[in-house]
């Protein structure tokens, strides 16, 4: 984006504030659902900025602008706001986050504006706690983008569409039966739905609102006996009006929802998640209407997948697997014959190949991939106006990590491979082999059930660790089944909290993806999917009941970039029975040039 842009919207933002009496806003990445990728209208944050990454939080004053991110952006971002007089702030332990900021550079009496449509409840009472110290007023009515945005995007229309009834384990009648149970059991009568994969989940129902995620925008209000969705009512078509009503469910329009929640009384007690309910859509609810703040029941109930889903999850995988056979295949030969290839062909080679699979309906997430040192940005994409080529000189050699996934309507897929281009250095596969060790680790990993899941993100970084080594995400995350590719409660990650709702589970999916990352060099990360099962053949029983993963991605590790004398017979055995799996399932799925790569790519060390 032009840098005179930038500075010319934070001019303008800053005259607004001056006009209103206003000393800061906070601009979130955020939408009145607290998703994760937004819809255009609701990407305030990198209309202003420039910055592209999907986590980031600005703050401007009259004369101070900055963006909050995290490790896995901060050469990202550095690299957009150069030049934008915006200022990168580190989000690390023991730095201030822009909380801590505001609180420690604004005076008495002086305001705050975010647009309490964005807003969490939760991240309201974190900011009113540290303002309130200094007497800093929060004000949440107000969108001052407004009146200086004035080609703001529409809100999207797309129609909304069943889930396919082939691949579904429950109706629309019992999800919604069971979340009344949770309720129930919670206290409440009535329960307050903003997540929109939460919402899909529950109906039954899919959309395109939103880029890579299936969903569409919407609320729902679910009480004893009523269950309401609030959605553009466009979007809704007669077969689909008619299969709400068969499930119980009515419609309203979309901007309704802050007139039904004024309806509720004080004998009301309404059940929420404050990380995913935003300020604004309670903003005509009466004071004296009680809360139970807590995780959605509908969150924890679709983390578990039935078994018919995870059959279903396996197919997808099979079908993922072969498609990627074939990109690699052929992404190899047209290297070989001399092609210059760039990092842009991986994506559109990728997408192509997907698109043939039976059920295929988008990317899961915008492919990464990146050679060389964008490789060491972890979640970097290459764009028309800066990607790099595949280029190597004679004699040497680079790494093209590629992170890529799809929807399907019988599942979603996320992978993570690294290629090897030209000639590598041993130090490649020294590090490549030390971050495969840390994936077989986890991945061969043994754990009570009910485990709360960060504790067990140092299985996986042992290797690294005792190599003194070390990444800046999470090591796995939860994944939808035709939803949302990042999916909780469960995350596994050393620094995030232990609450009871994130415990291991039988039938959860999660993914395994330990990385290493050399910054201006290269980086490296290995990404399979896993379901949760129980131990098949115990050897004890009184401890308690143990669980481990089934790996249920089906493509090959490139063993041309390991050091085998790095690796254990434990760990060998491990690699050569994956790739034993992995050619089984595939081989009768592909043919020609691709199962001639598979035939290759999957022979034991």
């Known amino acids: 984006m032009n840098k005179k842009t930038i500075h010319d919207r934070i001019d303008s933002l800053r005259k ?3 006009t209103q009496d206003l000393t800061a806003i906070i601009v979130p990445s955020a939408d009145p659902h607290l998703s994760e990728y937004l819809p255009e209208y609701w990407q305030s944050r990198l209309w202003l900025s420039g910055f592209t990454g999907s986590v980031g939080t600005l703050v401007v004053t009259a004369d101070f602008a900055g963006l909050w991110t995290d490790s896995r952006y901060w050469v990202h971002a550095a690299d957009q706001l150069e030049g934008t007089g915006i200022t990168l702030e580190k989000l690390a332990p023991g730095q201030p986050n822009h909380i801590d900021w505001l609180a420690d550079h604004l005076q008495e009496g002086d305001s705050v504006a975010v647009d309490g449509n964005v807003l969490s409840i939760a ?10 110290v200094n007497d800093i007023t929060l004000i949440t009515e107000r969108d001052v983008l407004t009146e200086i945005w004035s080609d703001r995007p529409a809100l999207p229309a797309a129609k909304l569409y069943a889930h396919d009834e082939q691949f579904l384990a429950q109706s629309a009648t019992s999800k919604l039966a069971a979340v009344r149970a949770g309720m129930t059991e919670a206290g409440a009568t009535h329960h307050l739905l903003s997540s929109l994969d939460d919402i899909a989940w529950l109906t039954n129902l899919r959309g395109a609102d939103v880029d890579y995620n299936p969903v569409f925008l919407s609320h729902m209000l679910i009480s004893e006996n009523d269950a309401t969705l609030f959605v553009d009512n466009n979007k809704i078509s007669s077969d689909i009006a008619t299969a709400l009503k068969d499930s119980g469910i009515t419609i309203a329009d979309y901007d309704a929802i802050q007139e039904a929640l004024s309806t509720l009384t004080p004998e009301d007690l309404l059940l929420l998640d404050p990380s995913k309910v935003a300020v604004g859509t309670l903003s005509k609810m009466a004071d004296d209407v009680g809360f139970i703040e807590q995780m959605a029941p509908s969150t924890l109930l679709k983390s578990v997948k039935a078994d018919a889903d995870i059959d279903h999850v396996r197919e997808a995988m099979r079908q993922d697997g072969a498609a990627l056979a074939e990109f690699f295949a052929t992404f190899e030969q047209r290297l070989a014959n001399g092609e210059r290839l760039s990092e842009l ?43 790099s080529y595949l280029d190597v000189a004679e004699g040497e050699g680079g790494l093209l990590l590629i992170d890529s996934g799809a929807q399907y309507q019988n599942g979603t897929t996320d992978i993570t491979r690294v290629v090897g281009i030209g000639q590598v250095s041993s130090e490649h596969k020294s590090d490549f ?14 754990f009570p059930d009910g485990i709360a899941s960060p504790l067990i993100d140092a299985i996986c970084r042992a290797p690294l660790w005792q190599a003194q080594m070390d990444y800046g995400h999470g090591t796995g995350h939860g994944v939808g089944y035709f939803l949302n590719v990042h999916e909780g409660p469960q995350v596994i990650a050393y620094s995030a909290s232990t609450p009871k709702e994130r415990a291991m589970k039988v039938g959860m999916i999660s993914s395994n ?12 990360r290995i990404e399979n999917l896993m379901v949760n099962t129980c131990v098949a053949s115990p050897t004890e029983t009184e401890f308690g009941k143990f669980l481990n993963f089934e790996t249920v991605t089906y493509c090959p590790i490139d063993t041309r970039l390991i050091e085998s004398s790095l690796l254990n017979q434990v760990e060998i055995d491990w690699l050569n029975n994956y790739h034993s799996q992995v050619y089984a399932e595939l081989k009768d799925r592909v043919d020609g040039a691709a199962l001639e790569w598979l035939t290759e790519r999957t022979q034991a060390i």
């Open 16 to 18: 607004s504030l001056a």
């Open 123 to 132: 991240e309201q009472d974190r900011l009113l706690n540290a303002f309130d």
């Open 345 to 387: 062909d991986v994506d559109s080679m990728l997408i192509d190949v997907r698109s043939q699979q039976p059920h295929y309906v988008s990317p899961s997430f915008p492919t990464i991939a990146g050679f060389n040192e964008n490789g060491a940005l972890p979640h970097y994409r290459a764009t028309p106006e800066k990607f």
């Open 433 to 446: 082999t030390t971050v495969l060790r840390a994936h077989i680790a986890l991945a061969k990993a043994h």
């Open 513 to 524: 993806e330990p990385g290493l990352y050399r910054e201006g060099k290269w980086g490296i």
